[in-house]
Nanobody, 126 residues
Framework: VQLQASGGGLVQAGGSLGLSCAAS????????WAWFRQAPGREREFVAA????????FYTDSVKGRFTISRDSRRDTVTLQMNSLKPEDTAVYYC????????????????????WGQGTQVTVSS
């Protein structure tokens, strides 16, 4: 299984960007997908997750109301729509996926996701 993230770029504060993560390779019956981000000098942090079957979203508090995670089961793709971007959203964004049924709390931990994309840079200028 390989994940391919795309859609990063440079945007001014207040602008929008959409990130996509697509799976390729053997089907793996995904349970949940997530986006994490890592800013320079900081640890990777949870941004959003979505359960594949129910489509239930989870967000970290700092992006609630601004970011929307969604999935397309026909295309095996997850999208993160980011609106009202702030300079503090600047980071490399990574998508992850897991085929294992895990609890809601565990969705927040990167160790819960065995499959990862390569990361895509998002830069928000002030």
């Amino acid at each position: 299984v390989q994940l391919q993230a795309s859609g990063g770029g440079l945007v001014q504060a207040g602008g929008s960007l959409g990130l996509s993560c697509a799976a390729s390779g053997r089907p793996f019956g995904s349970y949940a997908w997530a986006w994490f981000r890592q800013a320079p000098g900081r640890e990777r942090e949870f941004v959003a997750a979505i359960t594949w079957r129910a489509g239930r979203p989870f967000y970290t508090d700092s992006v609630k109301g601004r970011f929307t995670i969604s999935r397309d089961s026909r295309r095996d793709t997850v999208t993160l729509q980011m609106n009202s971007l702030k300079p503090e959203d600047t980071a490399v964004y990574y998508c992850g996926a897991t085929p294992t049924s895990i609890g809601s709390r565990d969705l927040l931990y990167q160790t819960s996701y065995p499959y990862w994309g390569q990361g895509t840079q998002v830069t928000v200028s002030s």
